[in-house]
């Protein structure tokens, strides 16, 4: 049975994938963008290859207003199935010790303030409480959660963590209403985020440290999310499945 789902951060990397797989298995998307409208409207084509319904909505994940936006445009696809509170970035690698407050504000309003506003609307929209049929979330946690990362963003890494911490709490909150959520944490994946973060050569630098040898694929971990989303894993809740290889 065909789906609609909301992915935020769509437009590139993990978020892309995300959203032609689904498309590929007859759900229709809706991807959120922060700025690269050429980019989204390029995954949007993609998905309606596959003969679904596919829009993008921009918008800022730190902004209420985007927020809500946002969600009035799915609105008008049909009732939402799935949301992956996808949408991230990192600073430009550094010490804590030189780490602003703007900095920190943006980091935890993005992946943490965000992630509970989408997961606030789309139970509203899901929950049996409310009348809706159920569905699954899925949030974008990192092995930064575990891992730390020194020297390079610790603020992304606790913001990680605090991810995490939300899924279980969120799980259990809505475990009886119809709503499965879990999160996925990444590893080292090839995607566009290192550059972002001043670390071009990230990936070639330290993918042989990885117990399997390589980094990842968005793909890969694409397919680790839409399982999550998938009635397949309809026993699955509470839980932060690591997409490492190992690491």
Not at 93 to 98: H, K, L
Not at 207 to 224: F, K, L, N, S, Y
Not at 226 to 247: F, K, P, Q
Request: net charge negative; hydrophobic share 45%.
């Amino acid at each position: 049975m065909a789906n609609t789902y909301l992915i935020t951060g769509g437009s590139r990397g993990i978020g892309a994938a995300v959203a032609k797989l689904a498309a590929s298995k007859g759900h229709d998307v809706c991807i959120n963008y922060m700025s690269n409208s050429d980019a989204a409207e390029q995954v949007v084509a993609d998905c309606k290859a596959h003969g679904v319904n596919a829009i993008a909505v921009q918008g800022d994940m730190g902004n209420e207003a985007d927020i809500l936006r946002m969600f009035e445009a799915v609105d008008q696809m049909g009732p939402l199935a799935g949301l992956v509170n996808n949408a991230g970035h990192v600073g430009q690698s550094d010490r804590v010790e030189n780490i602003t407050a703007e900095r920190l504000n943006r980091m935890f309003a993005v992946h943490l303030t965000g992630s509970f506003l989408c997961a606030r609307e789309a139970i509203k929209r899901m929950s049996t409480e409310h009348g809706g049929k159920g569905g699954a979330i899925v949030n974008l946690s990192s092995a930064a959660a575990y891992l730390g990362s020194p020297n390079m963003y610790v603020d992304y890494a606790a913001a990680k963590a605090g991810v995490d911490i939300f899924t279980k709490g969120l799980a259990l909150e809505v475990a009886g209403e119809g709503i499965r959520v879990n999160a996925v944490r990444p590893g080292l994946i090839d995607t566009e985020i290192h550059a972002s973060g001043g670390e071009l050569n990230r990936v070639e630098r330290l993918g042989h440290t990885v117990p399997m040898g390589r980094a990842g694929t968005a793909e890969e971990v694409a397919r680790a999310i839409v399982w999550l989303l998938s009635e397949d894993a309809s026993y699955v809740t509470g839980d932060c499945l690591n997409v490492g290889g190992g690491r």
